[in-house]
């Protein structure tokens, strides 16, 4: 006993062998087949505007970081997956010069003026996304969708207006067939580069929740949420017209439900606040889609929820062990 040693360390005392590097490179990995069959439907210009936007990112967070004498942390990865996901969010249509400015508003402005990786309170790549659909709206949604007669979108496309347009705009009750369905579920429809194909995003989101990056509970709580509304909204008589099965395979629902409504820094850390953020996310997205103005809804449901994201956790951290209560 005399020569026993004990070794004393500061907390945090439960570690893992994760690394930001290996989360955000699994992320990436996730992201690739959604990434594939975006540049499938929509050719080399997808590619393009993919690699302006990764690179963009990365400049942009390695020059503030150098102007403001901080560490250059770009190997850590997570500039390139806010890049990523900010092409993924832009219609093919694009002009080149779209995911830069993108990008700057996504690094310095929504991130690394709030500390960097970890202290943003919205997402980087849905706040860019909102930044430029405001600031460019002719350039970012409707006209900009594009679309061939056999779905593969590229130099030969044709302006198509989205399927949830085409619902939101539909004053008759409309129905879908096995071919409108498979389209969905496979991208062979318009959209934005990185939403089309739901069956990829699924796979991703899955390989996500295998490798524990992410919860199940956002997800599925988001996608439900909307599905279940939807379909109130659809048999009482509010919204006849709308298709709620479909509607959660188009539009970016599944993109933002499995891979930016996750994002660590701006989503709960609790497992009942991060349902709460799935149903809160899936609730304002239904809103936004029956009764707005704009027929998508995901990104300014996630980006409402993310400001909610302090309180949820405050209301729902579990109870200090031993605690007692105030006297009131």
Not at 244 to 262: K, S
Request: charged share 10%; with cysteine.
């Amino acid at each position: 006993m005399e020569n026993l040693k004990l070794l004393v360390s500061s907390t945090p005392h439960i570690r893992s062998n994760d690394s930001i590097e290996k989360i955000m490179g699994d992320v990436l990995i996730a992201l690739a087949p959604a990434s594939i069959m975006g540049i499938y439907f929509f050719g080399f210009k997808a590619l393009l505007l993919m690699i302006i936007s990764m690179a963009s990112c990365v400049l942009f967070e390695a020059g503030y970081q150098k102007l403001t004498k901080q560490p250059v942390t770009v190997t850590d990865l997570s500039a390139l997956v806010t890049g990523l996901l900010l092409a993924l969010n832009l219609p093919v249509s694009s002009p080149v010069w779209l995911p830069i400015v993108g990008g700057f508003f996504a690094i310095v402005v929504a991130k690394q003026v709030f500390g960097g990786l970890g202290q943003n309170f919205i997402n980087p790549a849905l706040a860019a996304r909102a930044f430029l659909v405001a600031s460019y709206p002719t350039l970012t949604t409707g006209g900009a969708f594009t679309q061939t007669a056999k779905g593969v979108i590229g130099i030969d496309g044709i302006s198509a207006a989205t399927p949830l347009a085409q619902i939101a705009e539909s004053k008759d009750i409309l129905t879908v067939s096995s071919s409108d369905f498979v389209n969905a579920i496979f991208g062979n429809i318009g959209g934005t580069i990185g939403e089309t194909c739901a069956v990829a995003l699924i796979l991703g989101g899955i390989y996500l929740i295998v490798r524990k990056v992410i919860s199940w509970k956002i997800p599925v709580s988001y996608i439900l949420t909307v599905l279940i509304l939807t379909s109130i909204f659809k048999y009482t008589g509010i919204a006849p017209n709308r298709l709620p099965l479909y509607e959660i395979f188009t539009g970016g629902l599944m993109l933002g439900a499995f891979f930016m409504a996750t994002d660590y820094a701006s989503s709960p850390v609790t497992p009942v606040g991060q349902i709460i953020m799935g149903i809160g996310c899936g609730l304002i997205t239904t809103l936004i889609r029956i009764f707005g103005g704009y027929p998508e809804g995901v990104s300014y449901s996630i980006l409402l929820m993310n400001l909610c994201v302090p309180l949820i956790d405050r209301y729902t951290k579990p109870k200090i062990f031993g605690e007692v209560k105030k006297n009131a």
